[in-house]
């Protein structure tokens, strides 16, 4: 049964809704610039623009406009100027900009041939006048005359492990450097180089110096170890003030300049916790802030300091949901979570001159919005309803949560109604897969989700061993047993799905996953017959080539087999290769593929699908050109829009849901 007036979800609402993401308050807490990302399906793209609320509420009001991507909206100290990066150039090469905060004409900063690094982070120097930021420094750059453009392009050379990077591509010749460019103009001045990657700069509070990520070691080539390094505002020899430890990354100083906040791991394997530990700036014995807390902060989001400099702020992930958390600077006290219930808080920033609190977050029904609060969480109020025209037009599944035990371990588990729902029928079900392993599945709002329940399908969803936000135990349970233990727990999950929920039909059953889950999907169908139909995606099928075709495979794949490389034990790695069990596989399987994947290169999907249309198997393979890995949810607007056609397709053919 369907609300009356609203209608199912499809495919084509991603171009309706309106991402929101990146809130930076100002200074002085008065008003969040914050990005609103929308998908063209004309223009095959995504459209970025910086927009501005005041804090006592009123509508949101574009700040840059244009079809571009325009992202990184950040203050000055002073509150006059925001600086954010966009594409708006003839070149189409992200560039540093800064505009007068009340609004106006924007001013180029920077025409740097590689263009800005965004991801590497941009921050101002504390008296307003200079921007540090990231760069990629060399590498071939394409030819400007177009008669030149036709011609052979120069060899490769290479002699490192770390030469690509998933969404990135070739890295080893273009290693990314520190740049300051004064905002009054003048050309970016290089502050540091070298055949290492530099990230994230960060200011001293009296500007005199710049910390920063790097790997500046002898062994960085065959590790993935980190350390914070300090370098003078106008460049010079860096000077480590950490160990060399483990990934780190997003180092932030405290107000007053005596420590270095950063998130990192204490071991260089995934699946341990992230931590936030404290640095102090004179290079003494870091301090972790948060190890008993037995909970992973998330890495996509840097902590920051509250204005006050007694705390330090950081999203966390505790039971399929993402708290904002706070702990003492100090140590010696458990993070406290300040902004919780049962949703993902995905980016936030503090006022330095006020200590409010600015954040964006969804749940399972309401796509990204943004809000403010006190420092202490208090007081918490939503700025914008961007959404808020979608969501009265269409009938969303409300994810009903359940958990079970199995093998000593508690585990949590989803199953959404199809759209509209009528108790008196029975409903195919797919069982989802999540990736990692060592992700997991929230209360977050998942647009695919939401459209395969208008199609007619009940959603199984479960965070097995190996998902985080349960404990480093819990997480790391996984390691050197992929196919076990967590196949187990899924199968486990799904007969308590169809118990609990009679309406879903246990002989209509498909299941789907990407990355690792693509590879638990592979392993399903090679070990069980119940299900009718399956789909796996960007997956690892033979876990001994994705040691040398992933870019990060010469490492992670080695960790997550419990670190043992296939040529000392090749037995293990054909035990837990999905294609060694093809002639297991007789379920309809359905193998997608982004051509350009880098984390599971698309050898991955090919070996599976001759090893079964050589068997003689019901097998289709789906290649998508130009495509990374996460293309389903990061990929062009055209690309996401024929992958939901496609997936449909394939499951209605088998698992009928209009019956």
Same mark, same amino acid.
């Given at each position: ?10 495919? &084509?609402?991603? #171009? ?49 406009? !244009? ?27 992200? &560039? ?83 740049? @300051? ?8 001045? $290089? ?60 180092? #932030? ?22 931590? *936030? ?7 003494? /014995? ?26 330090? *702020? ?6 399929? #949901? ?29 006022? &330095?001159?006020?200590?409010? @609190?600015?954040? #964006? ?67 195919? !079900? *797919? ?18 989700? &939401? ?44 007969? /308590? ?28 169908? !090679? ?66 593929? !982004? /051509? ?10 090919? $070996? ?52």
């Amino acid at each position: 049964m369907t609300n009356a007036g609203r209608r199912p979800v499809t495919a &084509q609402d991603l #171009t309706r809704l309106r991402g929101v993401s990146d809130p930076q308050i100002s200074p002085d807490g008065s008003r969040v610039a914050f990005v609103i990302t929308t998908a063209s399906e004309e223009r095959d793209e995504y459209l970025s623009n910086v927009w501005v609320v005041d804090v006592k509420g009123g509508e949101p009001r574009r700040l840059t406009t !244009g079809p571009m991507k325009d992202t990184l909206p950040r203050w000055s100290p002073d509150g006059r100027w925001l600086a954010f990066v966009s594409d708006r150039g003839a070149k189409k090469k992200s &560039q540093l900009y800064a505009m007068p905060a009340a609004g106006g004409e924007a001013t180029q900063l920077t025409d740097l041939p590689n263009g800005v690094f965004g991801q590497g982070g941009v921050a101002w120097s504390p008296d307003s006048t200079r921007l540090a930021f990231v760069t990629r420094v060399g590498g071939w750059q394409e030819p400007e005359r177009e008669e030149d453009r036709g011609k052979s392009r120069p060899a490769h050379v290479i002699s490192t492990l770390k030469y690509r990077f998933e969404g990135v591509g070739f890295t080893y010749d273009r290693r990314p450097h520190i740049f @300051v460019v004064p905002v009054a103009g003048g050309p970016p001045k $290089q502050i540091t180089d070298g055949d290492f990657p530099d990230m994230w700069p960060t200011w001293s509070p009296d500007g005199a110096r710049i910390a920063f990520v790097a790997e500046r070691h002898e062994t960085r080539d065959i590790d993935v170890n980190d350390a914070i390094y300090e370098v003078a505002a106008d460049g010079g020899e860096p000077r480590r003030i950490s160990p060399t430890l483990a990934p780190m990354w997003a180092p #932030t100083y405290s107000p007053d300049g005596r420590a270095i906040a950063h998130a990192g791991m204490r071991v260089a394997e995934d699946g341990y916790n992230f931590l *936030l530990f404290l640095q102090p700036a004179d290079g003494s /014995e870091r301090i972790c802030l948060t190890e008993a807390l037995d909970r992973s902060a998330w890495d996509a989001v840097p902590p920051a300091w509250s204005a006050d400099g007694e705390w330090v *702020l950081f999203v966390g992930r505790d039971h399929g #949901t993402y708290p904002l958390y706070r702990v003492r600077a100090k140590g010696g006290e458990l993070p406290v979570a300040i902004v919780g219930g049962r949703r993902t808080v995905n980016g936030f920033s503090v006022a &330095q001159g006020r200590g409010a @609190v600015a954040f #964006t977050a969804t749940e399972p029904t309401t796509p990204t919005e943004l809000f403010v609060c006190k420092a202490d969480g208090s007081d918490e109020r939503q700025l914008t309803h961007l959404n808020r025209e979608w969501n009265a037009e269409v009938e969303l599944s409300v994810p009903e949560r359940f958990a079970f035990n199995r093998a000593g371990f508690d585990i949590d588990a989803w199953v959404m109604k199809p759209v509209p729902f009528d108790p008196a029928k029975r409903y195919p !079900g *797919l069982l989802w897969i999540h990736g990692g392993p060592h992700r997991e599945f929230a209360d977050t709002y998942w647009h695919e989700a &939401q459209v395969e329940a208008a199609a007619g399908y009940a959603l199984i969803y479960v965070n097995p061993r190996g998902s985080q936000g349960y404990g480093e135990g819990f997480s790391r349970a996984s390691v050197g047993d992929w196919g076990g233990g967590d196949f187990a727990d899924l199968m486990t999950g799904l007969d /308590e799905a169809l118990h609990r929920f009679p309406f879903i039909d246990g002989g209509r059953l498909g299941v789907i996953g990407v990355s690792y889950g693509g590879f638990m999907t592979s392993w399903v169908v !090679g070990h069980t017959e119940r299900f009718k139909a399956a789909c796996s995606e960007a997956a690892i099928n033979n876990v001994a080539t994705h040691l040398g075709t992933s870019d990060i495979g010469w490492h992670w794949t080695v960790t997550e087999q419990g670190g043992v490389p296939p040529w000392e034990d090749v037995g293990r790695y054909v035990d837990r290769s999905p294609v060694a069990y093809a002639p297991s596989i007789h379920t309809p399987l359905l193998i997608v593929h !982004g /051509e350009s994947d880098l984390r599971c290169n698309i050898v991955e999907g090919e $070996q599976l699908f001759v090893a079964l249309k050589r068997l003689g198997r019901e097998v289709v393979f789906v290649r998508v050109p130009d495509a990374g890995h996460g293309f389903g949810a990061l990929g062009r607007p055209r690309q996401r829009l024929e992958r939901f056609r496609i997936i449909l397709d394939w499951f209605a053919k088998y698992l009928q849901p209009g019956v």
